[in-house]
């Protein structure tokens, strides 16, 4: 029970930061410091770009293709997840995946 506990007070005291983090080297120190970085991967034809105005403007291949190297050389550990219909299911397997990972 304990393990679990503590495994959830991780995943509370979580940032999700958004892709456009990695623009500026100087945000590393602070994404890695104390801290585990996931890269939650997608497909680019499951990511939107409603209300996501640098992404309207530039288009989510430019965006991804600039920072693909530094999603990857940031993180400690990447997880791939596919297409969900819903956004609770996805929110689902990417807690339970995270918490796996977390051990």
């Not at 939650?40 to 430019?62: F, W, Y």
Request: net charge positive; proline share 3%; charged share 30%.
């Amino acid at each position: 029970m304990r393990s679990q506990r503590n495994s959830c007070l991780r995943a509370v005291w979580s940032y999700p930061a958004g892709g456009g983090i990695v623009t500026r080297d100087v945000n590393k120190f602070y994404v890695r410091c104390n801290s585990n970085v996931f890269y939650l991967e997608r497909p680019l034809t499951a990511l939107t770009d409603k209300n996501r105005p640098i992404s309207q403007l530039h288009g989510v291949e430019k965006l991804y293709s600039q920072r693909k190297d530094k999603y990857e050389s940031w993180c400690d550990y990447r997880v791939y997840f596919d297409r969900y219909d819903e956004k609770q299911a996805f929110y689902d397997a990417a807690i339970a995946e995270i918490l796996g990972k977390l051990g």
